[in-house]
T-cell receptor, first 112, second 108 residues
Framework: NAGVTQTPKFQVLKTGQSMTLQCAQD?????MYWYRQDPGMGLRLIYY???????DKGEVPNGYNVSRLNKREFSLRLESAAPSQTSVYFC???????????FGSGTRLTVV | TQLLEQSPQFLSIQEGENLTVYCNSS?????LQWYRQEPGEGPVLLVT?????EVKKLKRLTFQFGDARKDSSLHITAAQPGDTGLYLC????????FGTGTRLTIIP
C-alpha cells in the first residue's frame, strides 16, 4: 500500500547546482502533478501530466522541467537551483484530471 | 486565475469547542475537495462535495458546498487534539486549485 513515493525526503543544494526529484505511484493513475508549498502561499502547481506522454505548465513553471518517464513515474528537474526554489515539493497523482489526489510525503529542499 | 481564500488563516481553540472554517471564491467549481495535512506529510483527502447545497458528514466534521458552488465551509463539533492540522480546500475545474489553508490547533 505504497501509494505515491517521493525521493529524496530532504536535500540541500548550493546555488547553481542541479538535481532531479523522483516520484512514482503504484495506483495505475493516469494524471500526475508537482506542487510546491511555501508558508502563506498554499500549494502552487508547477507542472502536471494529464496522461502518459503529455506534460503541461502549471502556475509556477519557471526554473523547472519535468519528464513523464512512464505511467508510474514523473520526475521534476531543477537545472540551476536558486534560493527562491527553497520549498517543500509534493508529487500527487489522480485517476484523471481533477479527481481526488493522492499525495506523496514531500521533499524538503533548501538552496543556499 | 481562480483564487480560493480560506478563513481564518490560523485558529487555536480549546478541546471540546466548535469551529467553522470557510473557503470562498469568485469562481464556480464543478466540485470542491477538503484535505487535511499533518506536519511532515502530504495532504490527505477528507471529502468531495459536488452538488450546490450539498452537506456531507464525516463523524464530527460537517462539510457544506454553497448553493452557487463558489464557496464551502467545514464545521467541527467538539474539537479534539487529533483534529489539529492544516485544512485545505481545493476547487475542481479540470485541474485542482488549492486554497491558502487554515492552520488549526486544538489545545487539550
Amino acid at each position: 500500500n505504497a501509494g505515491v513515493t517521493q525521493t529524496p525526503k530532504f536535500q540541500v543544494l548550493k546555488t547553481g547546482q542541479s538535481m532531479t526529484l523522483q516520484c512514482a505511484q503504484d495506483m495505475n493513475h493516469n494524471s500526475m502533478y508537482w506542487y510546491r508549498q511555501d508558508p502563506g502561499m498554499g500549494l502552487r502547481l508547477i507542472y502536471y501530466s494529464a496522461s502518459e506522454g503529455t506534460t503541461d505548465k502549471g502556475e509556477v513553471p519557471n526554473g523547472y522541467n519535468v519528464s513523464r518517464l512512464n505511467k508510474r513515474e514523473f520526475s521534476l528537474r531543477l537545472e540551476s537551483a536558486a534560493p527562491s526554489q527553497t520549498s517543500v515539493y509534493f508529487c500527487a497523482s489522480s485517476e484523471s484530471i481533477g479527481q481526488k489526489y493522492t499525495f506523496g510525503s514531500g521533499t524538503r529542499l533548501t538552496v543556499v | 486565475t481562480q483564487l480560493l481564500e480560506q478563513s481564518p488563516q490560523f485558529l487555536s481553540i480549546q478541546e471540546g469547542e466548535n469551529l467553522t472554517v470557510y473557503c470562498n471564491s469568485s469562481s464556480v467549481f464543478s466540485s470542491l475537495q477538503w484535505y487535511r495535512q499533518e506536519p511532515g506529510e502530504g495532504p490527505v483527502l477528507l471529502v468531495t462535495v459536488v452538488t450546490g447545497g450539498e452537506v456531507k458528514k464525516l463523524k464530527r466534521l460537517t462539510f457544506q458546498f454553497g448553493d452557487a458552488r463558489k464557496d464551502s465551509s467545514l464545521h467541527i463539533t467538539a474539537a479534539q487534539p487529533g483534529d489539529t492540522g492544516l485544512y485545505l480546500c481545493a476547487g475542481a475545474n479540470e485541474k485542482l486549485t488549492f486554497g491558502t489553508g487554515t492552520r488549526l490547533t486544538i489545545i487539550p
